[in-house]
């Protein structure tokens, strides 16, 4: 799958925009505040129709304007396909696949796949816990196209949960409808992530393998209090009606997959804790390369890479070995030069000169 050409209107600091990309790599040269995160978004948000800078998508919509419109050509299931979203100062969000309109964005994930890969994921081994679910979910909601639903009903279903708990005086039978409509998807997003975490590791293995000179083997864990495989819905229905007077005195839910994490070890140390910050930046590069290894074996698609700032952030060896495992795909990748190592890295590619929300010159 790829991308083939890309047209921005009124979306960040682009006014318009039309631009045909290569098959193979892509590189978007230019100084900082350019516009080259910004023209990785675009594309991701087509393909996935929300941003992976923020939540708020009229954030994207060029200062001054009521709406922006990004419009993609892609190659996909052996045809082009044209996907239009316009997003309205509103907040409404209309998606439009070959001239359809889509109303539900699992629709649209099962179409293109799509992986960003920025400096913030070097650091996932050493971030918070809910840096590493956020890895979890991103990639199964575009191979799982159930998992997005599960995940949204078990958001809401939390939220009202929580609110609930918070009220002077609590029904136990209205509280136990929330515990049912919790456990019931909550079940299934830990029995997917587990499923998930299995395939990863074995993947990620060999990868991490490779990448540490063949010294350290890699171990990848899926932490969760609700692990009775099999059992998860009474275990997790279990665990929330012990913890019952505890939620109501603190007015949340203390129980359930919203506090999973993903153990990382590499020869028995827990590198979320103790691994050096090179050992976590190799170990966050595996599992990276994993997620990509990963989709397309779920997938049968090499999906489209995009490298926000990535490069110039590994050393020679690595950047290396980034390029060459990933040579198939279609890649976006940014950076503010094209001398040295990343240059290197890079023997060819399509460059694009960024400059001020335009695209200077194609070189
Ligand atoms: N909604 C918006 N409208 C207009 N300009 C924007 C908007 N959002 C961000 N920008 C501008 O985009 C620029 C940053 O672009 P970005 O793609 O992040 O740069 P870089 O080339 O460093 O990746 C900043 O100058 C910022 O002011
Ligand atoms: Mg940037």
């Known amino acids: 799958m790829y991308i083939r050409e890309l047209e921005l209107e009124n979306f960040r600091n682009y006014e318009h925009l039309n631009v045909s990309f290569s098959r193979d790599i892509n590189i978007f040269l230019g100084e900082n505040a350019q516009g080259k995160t910004n023209l990785l978004e675009g594309i991701y948000l087509n393909a996935v129709a929300r941003s992976f800078k923020t939540q708020r998508d009229r954030e994207m919509i060029r200062f001054g304007q009521d ?179 505890k939620d109501r005195a603190y007015g949340t839910t203390r129980k359930g997959p919203h506090h999973d994490d993903i153990r990382i070890c590499a020869d028995g140390v827990d590198l979320r804790k103790f691994g050096s910050q090179g050992q976590q930046r190799t170990a966050a590069l595996s599992l990276k390369l994993s997620e990509i290894r990963l989709i397309e074996e779920e997938t049968g698609e090499r999906p489209v890479l995009l490298l926000d700032d990535v490069l110039s952030e590994l050393d020679n060896e690595r950047q290396k070995y980034l390029i060459n495992s990933l040579g198939e795909n279609q890649m976006f990748i940014t950076t503010t030069d094209l001398m040295g190592s990343v240059a290197r890295a890079l023997p060819e590619g399509k460059v694009y000169k960024i400059r001020q929300g335009e695209i200077d010159i194609e070189i």
């Open 67 to 245: 709406y922006c419109k990004v419009r993609a050509v892609s190659h996909y299931d052996d045809e082009d396909h044209v996907s239009e979203i316009v997003v309205s100062r509103e907040g409404a969000k209309a998606v439009k696949v070959d001239g359809v309109k889509i109303s539900k964005t699992s629709e649209l994930l099962d179409r293109l796949h799509i992986i960003v890969f920025s400096p913030e994921d070097l650091k996932i081994v050493k971030d918070e816990p809910g840096k590493r679910r956020g890895f979890i979910n991103r990639e199964l909601c575009q191979i799982r196209p159930g998992y997005v639903n599960d995940l949204n009903t078990y958001r809401r279903v939390l939220r009202q949960r929580n609110a609930y708990l918070k009220e002077e005086r609590i029904d136990e039978a209205v509280l136990e409808i929330w515990d049912e409509e919790l456990v019931r998807s909550g079940a299934r997003l830990v029995r997917e992530r587990r499923r998930f975490l299995e395939k990863t590791n074995e993947i990620s293995r060999d990868i991490h393998q490779r990448i540490s000179g063949g010294r350290e083997h890699l171990q990848l864990d899926y932490e969760s209090q609700i692990d009775a495989e099999g059992g998860e819905e009474e275990q997790f229905l279990q665990l929330l009606r012990e913890s019952k007077e």
